[in-house]
């Protein structure tokens, strides 16, 4: 994409004692862009996740923000920056209703007390402008459905105004249906000019809403790739580095097939 990038990863690197988690990554990711991070268990996705959140600071490389450096050390810093990130726990409190999860931790006050109705109202607001479709503002999250649950963790991500969403798998363990919701609002984000960063194993969903696919390999970056011009061999082949796998041959068991 042109124009600058609103989040750099320069020359990023990480360790946990011994172990080398990350090594010299690199990422970007620019306004209305949804990037989907990918990689096998252990090549490092949530350890970059994490050094983004301020979770875990980085040793090594540079992080950028709208062209400068910046230090994250804390989650708060990524926060103040404009990071939002919605991790797989969701971390929602089921006897809460949609109003209190959204604004947990930053309730609305008047006069010294809560503002239920200024809070009940920007909700609505939020989550009609973001077509989120759910029976009640003020039902508990426990009478949610799953997919209901994921739109409203990254919904309550947005109160904050951020310009980076992280979502950590936000389709794993839904149907069919929930995961079509939680595709249709990353749509929306991207619309809105957000920035995505999309940690998926589910290449159907990676295909679906990404424009750039960052493939870590052993805490390395290992590819990346244009959605639209890329096959799904190619990126499963980056993930495993091997060029020979089960997707590639199935691909020329047809072929030879077709013959």
């Known amino acids: 994409m042109t124009g600058a990038p609103v989040l750099a990863l320069r020359g990023v690197s990480k360790r946990f004692g011994a172990v080398q988690a990350l090594t010299d990554v690199h990422l970007e990711v ?15 996705k949530s350890t970059l996740v994490k050094t983004i959140a301020g979770v875990h600071p980085i040793d090594e490389g540079v992080i950028e923000w709208e062209g400068r450096a910046v230090n994250i ?52 607001e939020l989550l009609d402008t973001l077509s989120i479709r759910i029976p009640s503002v003020r039902i508990p999250i426990a009478g949610l459905s799953g997919g209901q649950r ?67 390999r052993l805490g390395r970056n290992n590819g990346s790739f244009e959605v639209a011009g890329t096959s799904h061999e190619e990126i499963i082949s980056a993930i495993t580095g091997a060029t020979d796998n089960a997707v590639t041959r199935r691909q020329a068991r047809i072929a030879e097939e077709a013959k």
Do not use: W
């Not at 620019?30 to 490092?44: F, I, K, R, T």
């Not at 990130?85 to 809460?96: G, I, K, P, R, S």
């Not at 999860?101 to 008047?110: A, D, P, Q």
């Not at 939680?182 to 990676?206: C, F, K, P, T």
């Open 150 to 216: 994921q739109v409203v963790a990254i919904a309550r991500a947005l109160v904050g105004d951020p310009k980076i969403v992280i979502l950590d798998e936000p389709t794993a363990a839904l149907g069919v249906e929930q995961t079509a919701q939680v595709l249709d609002l990353v749509e929306r984000l991207r619309q809105r000019g957000l920035g995505v960063i999309l940690i998926s194993h589910n290449m159907a969903d990676v295909k679906a809403v990404a424009d750039t696919v960052a493939v870590l």
């Open 73 to 124: 050390n804390r989650p708060q810093d990524a926060q103040q920056l404009g990071v939002a990130t919605v991790y797989q726990d969701l971390a929602l409190c089921d006897n809460l209703d949609v109003v209190g999860n959204l604004f947990l931790g930053r309730e609305l006050k008047r006069f010294g007390t809560l503002d239920e109705v200024a809070m009940e109202k920007r909700a609505r």
């Open 30 to 44: 620019h306004a209305g862009e949804v990037v989907a991070l990918v990689g096998d268990n252990g090549a490092g």
